[in-house]
């Protein structure tokens, strides 16, 4: 071979068999979240709900040092940009790319917790990606999210769609965008949530029904759960019990005295909460 041919080679090999590998290390870079990584230890990803902020967890976190926390911020919540939320589902693809990306960072079969709208993102990266994920906590969310106000997919799924109509007027917006902050966690710093960012979810959280996943679901599962009022404990109990029956190795957690943002409403208890699942 010529020093000519021989130099062709050497580029060719070089275009041919080093841009793949250097294409394939570049990372995996989310567009409907955000995520930020604090200390170091065994990986557990913190996803919150619906409007709320990465921030909700910031008191846990650093009450449990141990732990690689990656704490989740979903686009068009809590003053974050909708970017890949912008349009369409939210839920369903939310989960598709935590997934992805646990598998781009290559991390070990992390814990994984959702509260709320978090939790079912949990559920639905467990019941379809279980080689990813090594055990979940569920707060305050029940598999089919119709049930926290007594309903169900089927009922609630139509009603849910009439949020669209709300939306068509700057009036409508300005309205939903109210009622937004006041079933958000206490304000921080006034970021508000993307109104079409939440009315889509909310709609697509009032037609899931994750129980018949649940019942293939071999992921270890504990759901915290909270109950304000002593009045209703029983009924709040069965209401658990029945939703995860599907899932009998299931760990419920009750804690009284809290509404549905326990991380808040309970930290001492909430921590203690958690820190039992993750040593589990």
């Known amino acids: 071979m010529n020093r000519r041919k021989f130099l062709v080679a050497a580029i060719a090999l070089g275009v041919f068999g080093c841009a793949p590998s250097a294409i394939e290390a570049a990372p995996f870079q989310p567009t409907r979240f955000s995520v930020q990584v604090r200390g170091s230890g065994p990986d557990v990803i913190l996803i919150p709900g619906l409007t709320a902020g990465r921030d909700v967890w910031e008191t846990t976190a650093r009450a449990l040092p141990g732990y690689r926390y990656h704490l989740i911020q979903v686009a068009g919540f809590a003053g974050e940009p909708a970017r890949g939320n912008a349009r369409g589902a939210v839920v369903a693809p939310l989960a598709d790319e935590i997934a992805r990306y646990i598998a781009d960072r290559r991390l070990s079969r992390p814990a994984i917790v959702g509260h ?126 029945t939703a995860y029956s599907a899932k009998p190795n299931a760990n419920l957690v009750r804690i009284d005295n809290s509404g549905h943002m326990i991380m808040l409403d309970q930290p001492v208890r909430f921590r203690q909460a958690l820190g039992d699942f993750l040593r589990r």
Not at 146 to 162: H, K, R
Not at 181 to 205: C, H, I, K, Y
């Open 116 to 241: 709320s709208m978090g939790g079912t993102v949990a559920m639905t990266i467990g019941a379809r990606r279980p080689e990813l994920v090594g055990k979940i906590m569920v707060v305050d969310m029940l598999p089919q999210p119709a049930g926290l106000v007594g309903g169900t997919a089927a009922d609630l799924g139509p009603l849910a769609d009439s949020l669209r109509g709300v939306l068509d007027s700057p009036a409508g917006r300005d309205l939903f965008a109210s009622l937004i902050t006041n079933f958000s966690p206490p304000d921080r710093g006034n970021r508000r949530s993307d109104p079409d960012v939440v009315a889509r979810s909310m709609q697509e959280l009032a037609r899931i029904d994750l129980t018949d996943e649940l019942r293939r679901m071999r992921t270890p599962m504990t759901i915290v759960y909270a109950v304000r009022d002593a009045r209703v404990r029983d009924s709040v109990d069965r209401s658990y019990r």
